[in-house]
Structures are given as C-alpha cells and as structure tokens.
C-alpha cells in the first residue's frame, strides 16, 4: 500500500536503492502521444547522483528502458513500466547498518513497522525511489506541454539561510540549469556553492527550500473539497524524502496579513479574461486553479546521514555511536529540484484528465 | 470525485451550505465500538457558528443525527451516515454574490470549472462542510483512544504576529478550551482578543497557525512512499478551507540547521525503549511514526470574505466593487482548531487500520 | 468499506432496512445536468415494495428527497446526496431473528464477520440498500442517454424453468412494464403469474433470470485488463443481493460452439461502419464497447427467506426451526429489474467518463 | 485505468505480447513471508505456452525474475515486482493483423478506444498479460496457505459438451496435474484430449468451463454490499482472457429450484459449529464468506484466433477475408485453470487482508 499516486494518471514505484532496480508503471496515460527513452533520460540525468561535486559521489548513469505501454514511439494508452538498473552499489558500505540505526533516517521506522529491512543503502526509503517519479513527470510534463503549453520550473530558492532573490513569474530553465547549484540567482548561488563545499568538508549537512512554479495551467483543475489542488499538491511534496514543510502562494507569512492585504482583487485584462491584480492565492482558490501561475515552496531538512559521529542505538537494544560511511548528498536541494517539478506535473497532469473526465461532457447538457 | 478520504477509514461528506444539510458517511468504521450522537455533538459544539462573540454570528445549532451503521449505541461494520439540517441559512445576503466574485474566495473558480454554482453561502465551498469532517473525526478519535490511548490536542499557536508559548507534550484540552480563542497560553489569548476585536470593528479579518498534537501514537503507521503519514496529514490539512501550508516537526525552521543540529539521536529510556532526544523529526521518520509525538502547524489565511469594499468583478465580465454582507468569521482559528484535529484523527486513525490490514497477520510468517 | 460503486461517477451507499432511511451520495456527476426528484422517482416506484400483489406487501411509498448537489434544478458537480427514509418498519416481525439464523440469509456471516448485527428486517443485508443504486441509476441512465442516446432495457428472462423469447434488439420499455412480471413475453408472463400465485400459497419462493440490453452505447468504453467492461457489469450485478450467476452474449452457452461458429465475423454496413453480422460478443470486445448491443444475463436465487419451516440454528449455537415471518418476496425478479439496469447505468456512465479522462485529449497529440 | 486489481493486497500488471516483456508490482504483501521465484516459478510453469502438445507451441520459458520487495528471501512489505522477459516473439506472424481485424478479437475496439495499437501477438490484449496475475496468485496463496491453510484448486470441469464429474470436496492437486487438460475425471479428460486433437486438424478451437473450489477459507470475508466477496471473484474472473459467464454455488441452475429446496439449512457439527447441510451458497452468504468451500465456475468462450478463414474488414474499411497464422492455443482451458485459481487467491488474500484492517481491533472495544 501506499506505492501509487495519482486517480487516473496513476503511477507505482517500485524498488530499492541496492536492488535489481527501481522504476515505475504508469497507468492511465492518454495514448498517442509520442515520447522516447532520450525525453526522460535529460530528466533522470537532472536527478542522478553524480552529476557535479556537491553531490552523492554515487556513479549510477540512470539508464532508463521503456518495457510496455510505448510502441513505434507513441503511448498506446496501457501501461508504461520504465526501469532503471542499479549498478553501482556498494552494499558493504552499508554493513554498519544492519545493525545501527542512523539519527532521524527510516532505519528503525521500517524495522518497527515490517519487523525487518532492506539495510542496503536505505533499501526502500532511498531518495532513489523518487527515479521513478522522475521518469513519469516527465511524461507528465510533456502532456501538460502539448495539451495547454504548461511550463514548471523548480529551483533552490533558499539553502540555510541563504535566500535568493528569483520572479516565479519570469524564470527560465535555462537560468535554473545555469549552475550545479540550480539557483537562478547566481549571485546567491555562489555563496550556496561555497557553503555546500565548507559543509562537505565538516563532514556534514544542510538543508533549504525549493519553490516551483507552474505557468499556462488551465483554470477549473482541482477537486474540492479533499482532493483540492493544493492539498494534492502537499501531498505529493510531502511524499518526497527529507521533506518537512509546503507552502502555497503566501504561505505562511500570509497569516500575518489582514483580509483587506491578502485578498487577491479581480481586474479584467485587455482581453476581457478576469485575472488577479496579486497572487497570493498561489494560483488557486477554494481548491481549483484560477488560471494564474501556481507557486509552492517545499522545504526540505538537511540530510539524514552524515559522516559526523553521532549518537544512536543498534537494532538489538544498545546505545552505540554512528559516523556514517556510503556516499550521501551534503545537500539534497539541487536534486530535489527535479523531484518537486515532478511531483507537481504529475498533480496537475492526473487533474487535468480528471477535470476532462467530469466536465467535458456538460456542453451537451445545455 | 474528490469528496472522499482515507483508504479503510473512508470518509465522504456532502452537503451545502444552504441546501437541505451537511454531513458524512463513513465507510470501513470497525465494529462493536459505542458511539452516540451525544459524543459526536461535543466535537460539531467547539466547530459551530455561533458558540461566541469572536465568530460568525450565524445561529446554527448543528444538531447530529446518526441515520445508520449504528445499532443499540455500537457500530455495526456498515456505513455510518451522520446529517446536520441548515436552519439558519439566510440566502438574501447572498444575492449580490450571485453577480459579483468574492476575491480569494472560491466564486470565480467554481463558476470556471462546473459552469455555474450554489451562490448561497458559498454553497459547498463554504467551512461549513467540515462538520462532517469534525462528525467523522469524533468517531476516529473514539476509535484510536481506545485501542491506543492516543490523544489529540488541537490549539492556536499565532494570530496575525502574535505568538503564543505552548508545549506540545504537555498542553491540555481543558487549557485549549479555557478561552474561545482556543489559545493554551492564557496572556497572549488576552492579546489575540483584543486583536480580533479590533479586526471586527474594522470590518476586516486575520489568519494564524494552528499547532496540533497526537500523543501516545503507535509505532509504524504511515505507508511509504506516496502515503507516508506525514503526507497524508499534508494533504489532510490542506484540504481545509483557507489553510495555506503544513509542516511538521521543525518545519520551515528547519532549514537553518545542520544535519548535526537536527538530527534526532537515539537513546534507549530507562524501560529499554528506543527513543529519541530530541523531536525535530514531528514523531514520523521514513513516513512512518515512531512512537514521538506528532506535531504539526497549519497556517490559515485571513478570511477571504470582508466587510471593506474590495475591487472585483462580475460573472458577466464587468469591474466592479463588493463590500460582502452576510455572517463570516473575522478569525478562523478558533473554529479551525476542531478542523485540524479532526483530520489529525482521520489519518492516524485510516492508517492503524492500514497497518493492521498489511502487518498485523505476518507473526504467523514467523 | 465495500460501499462505493465507480471511479469516477461514485457512488457510496448507506442505511438499513429498519434505520432512520437509506441512502446514496453521488460523486463525480458532471455539473448541469437537469434532474428533478420526480426523475429518480419514476425508477425508485419500479423497485418500490407494494407495487403489485407478486411483491412483498411492505408498504414504503420511498419517496425520495434531494439533500445537495443540485441547484435550481440542475447538477453543480459536487455530491449529490438522495435520502428516503423508512416509514413502514415493523421490526417486532423480526423478533425471533435476534437469535435464530435464516437458512442461505447474511444473519450468521454478519454476526461472523462484525460480531453483532442489525437484525431488524435484515438490516444492511436488506434488498433496501439497493434503493441508493437505483436512484442514483436514474442520474447514469439521464447522463447516458442525453450524451449518446444510450437506452437501457431489463426485463425478466426466465422464471424457474418458465422461459420467455424476448429479442434484445427491439424490446421496448412499455413491452416490460406492461405486465407487473416485467416479462415482455405476454404470454410467458401469465404462466408466470399463476406460478408466482401458487408459490405465495405454498409460502415457498422462486428464482430466475434478468436480462439486460445497453443499446446506442459508445465505442471505447471498458479500460483492460481488470476492468474490462464485462469485469465491471460482473461486479455490479453479482453484488446485487440473491445473485448467483452472470453472463455477457454467448455466455454459459457459448462454450458449446466452436471458434468458427462462434465467432462474431465484421462486415461493413451500407454507411460504412465496421459492424458485426451476429453479437455472440455481447456487444464488448477484449473489455472494451465494439458498439453492438450490450446483453448481460444475471440469475437470481429463490427469495431466501420463507414462511415453510426450516431447519437452522441459533446465534448462541442451538438447533431450531424457523418459519418466517415478516413481508418478502416469492419472487424477487419483477423488482430486480430496475435494478440489473441501475447496475449497467451505473458501470456504463462511469466507463464513460473515464474514456473521456484518459482518450479524449489525445486529438492534441496528432 | 484499470491495471491494477485488490485495494489493500493490490497487483499492478504491465506488458504486451511482444514488447520488452511482462510483470506485475504488487503492493500491499504482508512481510516477512518467505517466498521465492522458484515457487513463483511453479505457478508460471502451469499456465506458460508449449507446456503440452494442445496448448500454443509458442515457446516462451517464461522465467520471472523478482526486481524488488524481497529480501534475504522474505518479503519486506515494499512493492514486489516481478518481470518475465519476452523471448520467443514472431511479430511477422502478425503483419496481417496491421491491418485485418480478427473477429471476435480486441484488435477493432483497442483501435477505437486509443486510436492505434500494438499489434504484435495482440499487443497488452494477449492472455500473457496473466503472467503477472499468476506470478502475484502464487504469492497470495502462499499467503492464505500460511495464515490458514487455505487450498485452491482449479479444473476443467467441461470442455464443449464433454462434462466431467468432479466432487470439488476433495479433489486434489495431484489429481488435476495428472494429465495435460487438467480434468481430474481421467475417463472424461481422455475424451477431452480427442476433442482437442480434432479440433487442431481442424484449425478451429473450442472452448468450455473451469471450475475452482477455495477450501479452509477462514468465516467472515468479504465486504458488503458491492465489494461481496462473490462480486470481487465475478470481477476477477470476468476480466480474464475469453471469459463470457460466472457463476457461484448453484449459480444458473439454481434459478430452477424453490426457496425450500435452494436453501442450505444449518445444523451444528460434533465439535459444535454452525454449518450447512448443503452447500448451494457456494460459501457465501450475504457477501461474507461462512466458512464452507466456495466454488465457482467460469465460462470461457473458444479461442478467438483460429486458422480457419472468416470475413472480416480492414483498420481502413474494407471488406477481405482472414486465415490467422501465428501459434494460438485451439482451446484456452487447460492454462486457464492456474489464471482462475490465481484470481481466486487475489480476492480472498485481498479480503483477507481488508477483513484485518476492519475487524481485528474491536475486540479491544468489548
């Protein structure tokens, strides 16, 4: 229970970090829509491990095979399952843990709640089963592209207490990708660098906010009144690793305003389309996306396992210490990004088929 | 779609603000459990309009009445269906909405979606949906009490920039209900009073943060990776009316720590049991509980709907401006304070079941 | 759980035979759709106890009372939620069922399963619950017909060993409820009525067969592999109460041809459409409309409960006998009717959404 | 849609007849179980192609692999997928059916729905999908098995007009293996095997009856009212492969006997527990399982794909004739055996396990 998200764009992850691999199945695609194994491969390469210095030296290419559901290039509306070997996993690394629990990490959650584990490089609760959230988003993404030109843009908007100065409303990939850091605000993303370095050096590890925004949605997505947009959204935030907190629009410094500051007055634009003066809505209201640019911010803790020692207790009921061998993110932001546009294409895409599947026939009604 | 949640304690509520009435079935409630409208009525009384002078003013009595799943005061297995009559619904304040758009309400949206919409009080958009939440977390918090002792303490911890001092391992219901602004820390409630009297004289409103406490919750709940409990509180949360994000444990603070600062050492308690120090994680690791308390925040916008004349615009396309008439709350805390704990008690109380339902025959493996 | 019927138009129903009323809420409906109580009326009156003297005599009028989800007389597209209460209870009939089981009844495996149970008129157990699918058949059945021209027809195939020649293809409404046996066979239908008057004078009851035809149904609808039209239909009709048995075309019978003789050979009709020349498919193809005739078969037990003495036991483990008492049915099919057919509404409309979910946005991608 | 099957011990199936390969994630397994492909395996062997000289002659070895969820060869309570390559595919065998509908076959209604298809072996229509039911069905049982001693036993129980007599009492595994066709009345399956044979050099195919019997099947699951235990095995079986009729208990024929005569009376066993005389419920009662064998039987049309010429049209609206080539089984029964069992296994380990989440805490409450 609990590996699938999603009511008709429907995906399921499976796999563990030192496994035969991880993937996913994607159920419910609209069929005949052409995508490739190159398509989710520039996403997959944007989390991979590896990819720069300030992140998990861990060599895994991330190669991903489209099984089924694809055939002469087109989705044919059954299922997509990708997969993605794993190939470079050290396991002995991990040995340390069959026995102690790592601080603040799944480890003794998972024994507690199965009453065994996959120790091997934190086995399902690895940031490596968010590969297959990956590849999907991707799929996602290009839906949302080709039926309504969505754009989703994540980005480091913070890291400790290092915050960036970047217009959701005017954000490109390209100045996102521009650095290792994914900081938009090179500026900021220097003296990120530069802390991400002294930390790795400290042998430890720190945490930050990513923001992401999504343009061009089309309004009326959302299903009050549990399934609203945002609290989708949240979820879908909140199921990634390390995560601790999700905003909407104002967030939480929109309590400290009154009514009169926050409320998002109505205008009517040159075309007569009603549009929101403000947007502390966040592009949604009561549930349901008004057709402004939807920004959430995520924030996420500094990772679990560090190479500091730290005090712990081992499986069987002694206080031990731990300083953490296997190769780990200092920080998780810059691979976080990825993950966080993920998740909200998969929101919105698995939406937008949900509004089509409710509403788009009531024109023959009137 | 989307009026549903939960996956074995499944919850689906109905209703309209101005219709024939609100409430809930609940589908999957286990069985034997003795239940009255007279417990239910306890947790709608600290939700309805009405109870004091710093809320709206409409006189609804939200009186309960079990139409079935319960059979000489037990649960019978079968969907319990709990209904709250409107009576006071007085839908001539409402005529100027059936033109004009509230702004940051749910007007606009719902029109953009359906096509038309119930103007009457916001219809099902309006707060007053949650009674069946409020009904149907009486019930789950019944039901994790007795097999678990669990208990749920709900409070305001800020209005606006005022912010209370409370314990969460040790705040009480009795302090919680000790005012009516549901503030445990009885001076700074004093200034929150005066505050919200203020914003009433204003014709305006004001938001806030309410904390929420489960404490003496088992081990194990919560099912990686989508449904880890602390998503499924995410979404839970912010499926309220106005909520603007969630965090749990150290939250958004959070980020400004290093793994080593935040992290949660283990210990073992004098009795042999795993414990942590401190409690940064918000009692859930991996997604699953670990027997810490849960502690999560929800901040909450200013009400959207304001006395003060605000610019907007007509269904049919025209500026124009609103000074909404009709009985809203300057303050949704206080009312918000059941809200949060109800949906608290949902999910702890959807995943015992889950659990039980996954883990609980595997000692027969063994 | 167990209570929701649907994906997408889903259905939750509730109440029991001698509680406050039953119930159904309706998510998912598309927004604008006309509908009166007066409608679902019309179909509640075929289902309704006391119609005729074939039926049990209860006299419930059933009337039923929207509670929300509709305005001004039209659907919003949030939970339409039907209630009728019960009037004509008299649970002292069922007095000596508190202890005694009835022979092939749900008494012993609800007392199994819940440990306690509503024993009043059978409780949740009771044909009663279906009065939430019919009404909210009323809703598909105006969905389907006014989005495609779907017409649903089910009518009483076979009484005992009494079988009528009724053809699918041309069987009209009025033929069904020209006789209270709704066997549009007049001839069978009159065999049929002598042989339900002496089975009420034996104080005995019978069973039989319902059919039902779907026509004008689109192609395309049914989603392989687990819900394939005939899954979904299967599932609808074998949780109708006293179902043993269901088939689609050729069924049973079918697996007495060979491939040559059985299978359904296309041609192209004079407008060019690709059609079938037999319809031993029963209108779906690999779980999926072919747009022939939809044409299912369901076979309804004998009434299980009847005033002969039987041998049975008690709930505290005693052997007696038991003679019934309370108002049933000799016969349930006249009144199965409407509710086979509420069943394909239901399965149909909900595959019609979905199609519409997943397949009708894919013109963007040519 | 539609992929997946089970709410809390839930199978997600995947692949096409000749695309990369098959399988099936299964979420949702109880931990701690030990199992192995090599069980798995087993299974797998009973259903692949060219195991006897009157099944296809395709020759697919179909060994599984387990990608995750298993650990040290038990089960860690994460996803378990499982993938079978495809190695023996001849797509040129299928370049007629580019563009010639077969009859009777999924290729004309995939193509309406998703606007193209696989074609190659019928694509995700092929009865290979049922390597991922089979592989999960093996695990199920296992699962019942252990928790309690729960059998499951499938046969062919006719095949055309050929009837055999089996006492689903105490038929035995052994019994059923004990020849090709999997008729475990040897005198009847003698007969069986000639028809076949005949049918071969025929070109044609047949089809027949499946019957499984579920015995030790613990009281008490199955979840009224549209999740009744008898609804969820209908569901199952009616979206295999070629499956036209379901029936439970005394199922169609039952329709031919009184109430007095269907009823299965009760009476108390010498160690004192409630049980029937007869058996015509087939198990169930009310929905819920009361602790005798259920029994059901499946009908499944002749193989669709025969060599034999018929009148078809083409994808683009012309009338030609079609003779398939590619290898197909001339009767679906023999491999259908271990797909009906394996649907059988899913709803009642499902059951088994959503009676757990429900029930087995309200003893707390007496």
Same mark, same amino acid.
């Given at each position: 229970?609990?590996? *699938?998200?999603?009511?008709?764009?429907?995906?399921?992850?499976?796999?563990?970090?030192?496994?035969?691999?991880?993937?996913?199945?994607?159920?419910?695609?609209?069929?005949?829509?052409?995508?490739?194994?190159?398509?989710?491969?520039?996403?997959?390469?944007?989390?991979?491990?590896?990819?720069?210095?300030?992140?998990?030296?861990?060599?895994?290419?991330?190669?991903? /095979?489209?099984?089924?559901?694809?055939?002469?290039?087109?989705?044919?509306?059954?299922?997509?399952?990708?997969?993605? +070997?794993?190939?470079?996993?050290?396991?002995?690394?991990?040995?340390?843990?069959?026995?102690?629990?790592?601080?603040?990490?799944?480890?003794?959650?998972?024994?507690?709640?199965?009453?065994?584990?996959?120790?091997?490089?934190?086995?399902?609760?690895?940031?490596?089963?968010?590969?297959?959230?990956?590849?999907?988003?991707?799929?996602?993404?290009?839906?949302?592209?080709?039926?309504?030109?969505?754009?989703?843009?994540?980005?480091?908007?913070?890291?400790?207490?290092?915050?960036? /100065?970047?217009?959701?409303?005017?954000?490109?990939?390209?100045?996102?990708?521009?650095?290792?850091?994914?900081?938009?605000?090179?500026?900021?993303?220097?003296?990120?660098?530069?802390?991400?370095?002294?930390?790795?050096?400290?042998?430890?590890?720190?945490?930050?906010?990513?923001?992401?925004?999504?343009?061009?949605? +089309?309004?009326?997505?959302?299903?009050?009144?549990?399934? /609203?947009?945002?609290?989708?959204?949240?979820?879908?935030?909140?199921?990634? +690793? !390390?995560?601790?907190?999700?905003?909407?629009?104002?967030?939480?410094?929109?309590?400290?305003?009154?009514?009169?500051?926050?409320?998002?007055?109505?205008?009517?634009?040159?075309?007569?389309?009603?549009?929101?003066?403000?947007?502390?809505?966040?592009?949604?209201?009561?549930?349901?996306?008004?057709?402004?640019?939807?920004?959430?911010?995520?924030?996420?803790? +500094? *990772?679990?396992?560090?190479?500091?020692?730290?005090?712990?207790? *081992?499986?069987?009921?002694?206080?031990?210490?731990?300083?953490?061998?296997?190769?780990?993110?200092?920080?998780?932001?810059?691979?976080?990004?990825? $993950?966080?546009?993920? $998740?909200? !294409?998969?929101?919105?895409?698995?939406?937008?088929?949900?509004?089509?599947?409710?509403?788009?026939?009531?024109?023959?009604?009137?």
């Amino acid at each position: 229970m609990g590996n *699938t998200f999603g009511q008709l764009f429907k995906i399921t992850t499976f796999g563990e970090s030192h496994g035969g691999g991880v993937g996913v199945v994607i159920d419910g695609c609209p069929p005949r829509l052409e995508i490739s194994e190159e398509e989710i491969q520039l996403e997959l390469d944007r989390r991979k491990p590896g990819q720069s210095n300030i992140v998990t030296p861990r060599k895994e290419s991330d190669i991903c /095979k489209i099984i089924s559901g694809v055939f002469k290039g087109k989705t044919t509306g059954t299922p997509i399952a990708i997969i993605v +070997p794993n190939t470079d996993a050290r396991s002995q690394d991990y040995n340390e843990m069959v026995e102690k629990y790592r601080p603040s990490h799944a480890d003794a959650t998972y024994d507690a709640k199965y009453g065994l584990r996959d120790w091997r490089g934190g086995g399902r609760s690895s940031a490596r089963e968010t590969i297959g959230r990956v590849a999907a988003g991707a799929i996602a993404k290009k839906i949302l592209k080709q039926i309504a030109s969505v754009e989703i843009i994540g980005y480091v908007k913070q890291i400790k207490d290092l915050q960036s /100065k970047v217009d959701p409303n005017i954000v490109t990939l390209e100045q996102v990708e521009n650095n290792i850091v994914r900081c938009p605000d090179a500026e900021c993303a220097e003296k990120m660098l530069a802390l991400i370095d002294q930390i790795i050096r400290d042998h430890n590890s720190i945490g930050g906010i990513v923001e992401c925004v999504a343009r061009n949605v +089309p309004q009326g997505l959302g299903e009050p009144v549990f399934d /609203k947009l945002e609290a989708d959204l949240a979820k879908g935030a909140m199921s990634l +690793p !390390a995560s601790k907190g999700f905003e909407i629009g104002s967030g939480f410094a929109g309590t400290l305003l009154t009514g009169s500051e926050h409320n998002d007055e109505y205008y009517l634009d040159e075309t007569g389309n009603i549009r929101t003066k403000t947007n502390r809505s966040g592009g949604i209201q009561g549930g349901i996306s008004n057709g402004e640019n939807i920004v959430i911010r995520v924030a996420f803790k +500094p *990772t679990a396992t560090i190479g500091k020692e730290q005090n712990t207790v *081992t499986r069987s009921g002694a206080e031990t210490t731990l300083a953490a061998k296997g190769r780990h993110d200092p920080c998780v932001l810059p691979r976080a990004v990825p $993950m966080v546009e993920a $998740m909200m !294409a998969l929101v919105l895409c698995d939406h937008l088929l949900r509004h089509q599947g409710q509403c788009s026939l009531s024109g023959k009604f009137d």
